[in-house]
């Protein structure tokens, strides 16, 4: 390691350790959430939308950035991030070639501290990747023993049987805190010689002079809220390597800008999403079940074209469940409201009693794809390529991706081996081309095309439609089916007029068994440099009031799970949205389902964000 990229670590990791600690909120706390004291509306001052090159107060400051060399640089430290470093590591240590430098670049204070998953944990991809996994102390506590399927009316539950071969049997799979296996996994990283940073938030993509990927930049620090420069400036520095492998999740945003840039959708259709909101409870003695997996259909999701549904996960674990709700961000209603329908969920009468008595402690949301195989863009570009989420290898029906991500990485991490061995690439940064030939002839691609067809089956034909579809032609046909059907569009094109939209009704939190927004997103931990520019930059500051409020009643104040928007009367009593980006816990939802596709979310300084424990 450099000299320089160990004073710059020294730095991230005292200020990383620094963000991650636990964060008691008092009034003066920089959480703030739909207050009713005046409040400055938002003015976007990020760089990424007001160029420096014509702010006068940058002149004369020393741009310059320190590089560091690597042979492959990683974004993102989740699944498909680590089993992509492993894997490499794995290959260039049995070649006998120890110093291969492998690299991760991970946002999060701590590893695992950003991820969110439901999570039940399919093990094929980690048999393939750690076959000893076990012997090695992976947190698989819980071997799945009982699956339950229920559809909800407003007081009754319907129970619909499971056999194996639909998309909701579980048997054979794991309950994991996934926060936690991804710290394992970042354990067998280290262990293998793979170099682990966190607390380094990738903000801009390297590019070669021959226009192909060179690497990372790490944000720059030490600017103001007004977007100058303070005396504590700090340039970023950059991470180079000869391939840059994108893990960055679901909507991250190194990615997205890759994807235009090199027009890797051409071919495909626009992904779409859903946002899962969860928490973790600990029950009383008698309402545990380990190895247990519930789900629900139906009730309190306001019609049968509306998708998503409930999840329990009960762990052998402190009398712990993991509960939450997904809802399609296909959503037409502009006053549909993700986390209000997720605290309604709970009062239903066959799920209320679980948690009566037992106590929230964790909390958190997180976007998920939902495109399936029409939306996988091209994997593959001079310089890199896209592994996980990032480009979006989610199984819908089975609300699982883990595995499929972590072994989409692993195809990347052979393909980019022997690529570099090969040392015949035509472009500076190193494009490993037969990923995507691996890829089609593996396993996943064979699961994902097997449920192609069943989330659109849903939006086109509601509900019972989209289970007799699934019935007919993925339990018994397994997605053999001679078509493919399409997604009717983007799920910021969904939305239809407030005034043409019925107001949802939802109940008030009791503070027991439901919550308001502000303790939720206080056991989030999340936290962040308040004198910064807001990382959620609007491309037009007028739009949110000029059409988000005028048009659809102001829908980010909803469909945000953390109450970073919020819309309050400025000085001359019209309405002005104010942006709580300290609130943000990094879900994506408001740049995947705002209408005018005006927000646009970039990383904040390295180390903010959430701090989940086991989420």
């Known amino acids: 390691m450099s000299s320089h990229l160990a004073r710059v670590a020294r730095r991230s990791y005292r200020d990383a350790s620094r963000l991650a600690r636990p964060t008691v909120y008092t009034a003066s706390s920089p959480l703030r959430l739909l207050s009713t004291s005046k409040a400055?509306?938002?003015?976007?001052?990020?760089?990424?939308?007001?160029?420096?090159?014509?702010?006068?107060?940058?002149?004369g400051v020393e741009m310059e950035r320190y590089a560091d060399e690597a042979d492959v640089v990683i974004v993102g430290g989740g699944p498909a991030g680590m089993s992509a470093a492993i894997r490499l590591k794995q290959l260039a240590n049995?070649?006998?070639?120890?110093?291969?430098?492998?690299?991760?670049?991970?946002?999060?204070?701590?590893?695992?501290?950003?991820?969110?998953?439901?999570?039940?944990?399919?093990?094929?991809?980690?048999?393939?990747?750690?076959?000893?996994?076990?012997?090695?102390?992976?947190?698989?506590?819980?071997?799945?023993?009982?699956?339950?399927?229920?559809?909800?009316?407003?007081?009754?539950?319907?129970?619909?049987p499971i056999f194996p071969g639909m998309p909701m049997h579980n048997h054979g799979n794991y309950i994991v805190r996934m926060g936690h296996f991804v710290q394992w996994l970042g354990e067998q990283a280290e262990e293998l010689g793979v170099e682990v940073y966190p607390g380094f938030a990738a903000s801009e993509v390297v590019y070669n002079?021959?226009?192909?990927?060179?690497?990372?930049?790490?944000?720059?620090?030490g600017i103001a809220k007004d977007g100058s420069p303070k005396d504590s400036f700090e340039r970023g520095m950059e991470f180079r390597a000869k391939c840059t492998i994108f893990s960055e999740g679901c909507r991250g945003h190194l990615s997205k800008?890759?994807?235009?840039?090199?027009?890797?959708?051409?071919?495909?259709?626009?992904?779409?999403?859903?946002?899962?909101?969860?928490?973790?409870?600990?029950?009383e003695e008698g309402k545990h079940h380990p190895g247990r997996i519930e789900h629900t259909v139906g009730w309190p999701l306001?019609?049968?074209?509306?998708?998503?549904?409930?999840?329990?996960?009960?762990?052998?674990?402190?009398?712990?469940?993991?509960?939450?709700?997904?809802?399609?961000?296909?959503?037409?209603?502009?006053?549909?409201?993700?986390?209000?329908?997720?605290?309604?969920f709970k009062t239903h009468p066959a799920v209320a009693p679980t948690f009566e008595g037992g106590t929230r402690i964790g909390y958190g949301a997180r976007a998920l794809n939902e495109g399936g195989l029409q939306s996988i863009p091209k994997l593959t570009f001079p310089g890199g390529c896209l592994v996980g989420?990032?480009?979006?290898?989610?199984?819908?029906?089975?609300?699982?991706?883990?595995?499929?991500?972590?072994k989409s990485a692993m195809l990347a991490a052979e393909s980019v081996w022997d690529k570099i061995q090969a040392g015949d690439s035509v472009t500076e940064g190193v494009e490993p081309a037969e990923y995507e030939e691996k890829l089609?002839?593996?396993?996943?691609?064979?699961e994902m095309k097997s449920v192609r067809n069943i989330k659109p089956a849903f939006h086109k034909w509601g509900l019972w439609g989209g289970i007799a579809y699934t019935g007919l032609f993925y339990v018994v046909g397994r997605g053999k089916e001679p078509w493919?059907?399409?997604?009717?569009?983007?799920?910021?094109?969904?939305?239809?007029?407030?005034?043409?939209?019925?107001?949802?009704?939802?109940?008030?939190?009791?503070?027991?068994?439901?919550?308001?927004?502000?303790?939720s997103v206080a056991l989030t931990g999340t936290n962040h440099e308040a004198d910064q520019p807001a990382h959620l930059t609007l491309m037009d500051d007028q739009t949110p009031e000029d059409v988000n409020f005028a048009k659809f009643a102001g829908p980010e104040g909803r469909f945000c799970p953390a109450g970073v928007y919020e819309y309050q009367p400025d000085d001359k009593g019209n309405m002005a949205l104010i942006i709580n980006a300290s609130n943000c816990i990094h879900c994506k939802t408001c740049d995947i389902k705002d209408y005018s596709q005006n927000i646009n979310w970039v990383c904040p300084e390295g180390g903010g964000g959430p701090a989940y424990d086991g989420m």
């Open 40 to 59: 400055t509306p938002a003015v976007t001052t990020h760089y990424t939308v007001k160029p420096r090159e014509s702010d006068p107060r940058w002149e």
């Open 94 to 160: 049995e070649a006998g070639n120890e110093e291969f430098r492998v690299c991760v670049i991970e946002k999060s204070a701590s590893v695992g501290g950003h991820i969110l998953s439901g999570a039940c944990l399919e093990p094929r991809a980690l048999n393939e990747l750690i076959p000893d996994w076990a012997e090695r102390g992976a947190p698989l506590k819980t071997p799945v023993k009982e699956d339950k399927f229920s559809f909800l009316t407003k007081n009754k539950a319907v129970p619909i």
């Open 209 to 221: 002079d021959d226009g192909s990927v060179a690497g990372i930049a790490t944000n720059d620090v």
């Open 257 to 283: 800008g890759i994807m235009k840039k090199f027009d890797l959708n051409k071919d495909n259709q626009e992904q779409i999403f859903g946002i899962g909101i969860k928490e973790l409870w600990q029950v």
């Open 302 to 344: 306001p019609d049968a074209h509306t998708y998503g549904g409930s999840f329990l996960y009960h762990l052998n674990e402190d009398n712990l469940i993991a509960v939450g709700f997904v809802v399609g961000l296909d959503y037409t209603n502009p006053y549909m409201h993700p986390f209000k329908t997720f605290q309604q």
């Open 389 to 406: 989420c990032s480009p979006g290898f989610m199984n819908v029906p089975k609300i699982k991706g883990t595995h499929t991500a972590m």
């Open 440 to 446: 089609k002839s593996s396993w996943v691609w064979d």
């Open 484 to 519: 493919t059907l399409k997604h009717a569009g983007t799920d910021n094109q969904t939305l239809k007029p407030a005034e043409s939209s019925k107001e949802i009704d939802y109940p008030k939190p009791d503070g027991k068994l439901t919550f308001d927004l502000l303790s």
